[in-house]
């Protein structure tokens, strides 16, 4: 059996995920890393992306993970995330509307549209609609 760590990842609302693995894959600002067992210690700021995680029986589990930062110790890992949801709880009808709506709301060209606030709100659906599709 591979060595593992404890990661556990909280929202604003709530622990979403508490589990011993063997690595993890995650969306950092300038691409994705891996952190396996006996990692030196860090912290990593996270973007919009899928988080993959394994754990020592081999199973996987997928999340959507909507930026933060994740701390690497010698007791585990710890996320603190804006947004995070596992791949399993995304609501695909929910996620494909929010994705809708943000871009008829950039298409539409409003004046007082702020631009930076719904490309993100499209980031963060498309994402979750990926990760959701993504089984």
């Keep these: 059996m591979a060595d593992s760590y404890q990661l556990t990842i909280v929202t604003p609302e709530r622990t979403v995920y508490s589990e011993q693995i ?3 894959i995650a969306p950092g600002l300038d691409g994705y890393f891996g952190v396996l067992a006996h990692h030196a210690p860090m912290l990593a ?13 081999g199973r996987q589990d997928v999340l959507a993970i909507a930026g933060g930062f994740l701390e690497v110790s010698p007791q585990g890992a710890t996320i603190l995330a804006d947004a995070a949801e596992r791949q399993t709880d995304i609501d695909l009808a929910r996620a494909e509307a929010a994705e809708r709506r943000a871009r008829e709301r950039i298409a539409r060209h409003d004046a ?3 631009q930076a606030r719904v490309e993100a709100a499209l980031a963060r659906a498309h994402n979750r609609v990926e990760v959701s599709r993504h089984r």
């Design 45 to 57: 700021q996270l973007g919009i992306g899928r988080l993959a995680t394994e754990h020592p029986d």
């Design 22 to 24: 063997t690595s993890l």
């Design 112 to 114: 007082d549209l702020d």
